[in-house]
């Protein structure tokens, strides 16, 4: 899909040796143990993008993105340009698939909750198989660091931030060295100088792009289909 830079999710990182103190803290009622959450954002060939870990197991998916990173770079001007058209229309940011729990930014795009039209069943059926991206993600990182898929013994947090951190990295340099990168990850962007720009947030929040960006794909999406028919 044009403007797509992947899909968002977190998952939760079991905590062994979690202070007694903070055990309340860490702990959310659906895992029933100290944890700690992980975000990243991922694109078809699992490449991770980004990363944020540190939040406390008790939150949600929301709360960890307020807490999160991944729009420092669009707030303070120093983001590199994602602009697209779709449907005969342009967007200025990429955007991210999400599940329902997400809310309705300007760059997240949901699958449709109750389809009834056959053009938002049909999205709806892609969205959800693009956004196994990140789950596959998840699971590549459980299964080949085995750190993460055990609960963890350090009791200082930051150094299981380093594990984790180490892992992400990890993982992306095996993608590379494999070949198996999709984008040109080795070009960097030239500096740009911070400026701290509050109206961006305004945009990120604005339902109606939300809304009207999954119309236009949900078009885009179904000429694309029939174009592949007619063929």
């Not at 990243?40 to 993008?49: L, S, Y």
């Not at 013994?153 to 299981?160: A, G, H, L, V, Y």
């Not at 892992?167 to 340099?173: E, R, T, W």
């Amino acid at each position: 899909m044009p403007g797509m830079l992947g899909s968002i999710d977190c998952t939760h990182v079991e905590w062994l040796n979690c202070p007694r103190h903070l055990r309340g803290q860490y702990t959310r009622g659906d895992h029933g143990v100290p944890t700690i959450m992980l975000e990243i954002t991922a694109c078809q060939d699992t490449w991770i993008w980004h990363a944020y870990y540190g939040a406390v197991g008790s939150n949600n998916d929301i709360n960890v993105l307020n807490q999160s990173d991944l729009y420092l770079t669009e707030r303070n001007g120093t983001a590199p340009n994602t602009s697209f058209v779709v449907n005969g229309r342009e967007y200025k940011r990429g955007f991210y698939l999400t599940d329902d729990i997400y809310s309705k930014f300007s760059t997240f795009v949901k699958a449709y909750l109750y389809p009834t039209d056959p053009k938002e069943k049909r999205f709806k059926k892609l969205q959800e198989v693009a956004r196994k991206d990140v789950e596959r993600a998840f699971g590549i990182l459980k299964g080949k660091w085995k750190v993460l898929r055990r609960p963890l013994r350090p009791m200082i947090k930051d150094k299981i931030a380093q594990y984790v951190y180490a892992a992400c990295i990890l993982h992306n340099m095996i993608i590379k060295g494999d070949g198996r990168a999709i984008s040109p990850v080795h070009i960097m962007d030239p500096p740009v100088q911070p400026v701290f720009d509050d109206s961006v947030l305004g945009e990120l929040l604005n339902e109606d792009i939300h809304h009207r960006l999954r119309y236009d794909l949900t078009e885009h999406v179904w000429a694309q289909d029939l174009a592949f028919l007619d063929d």
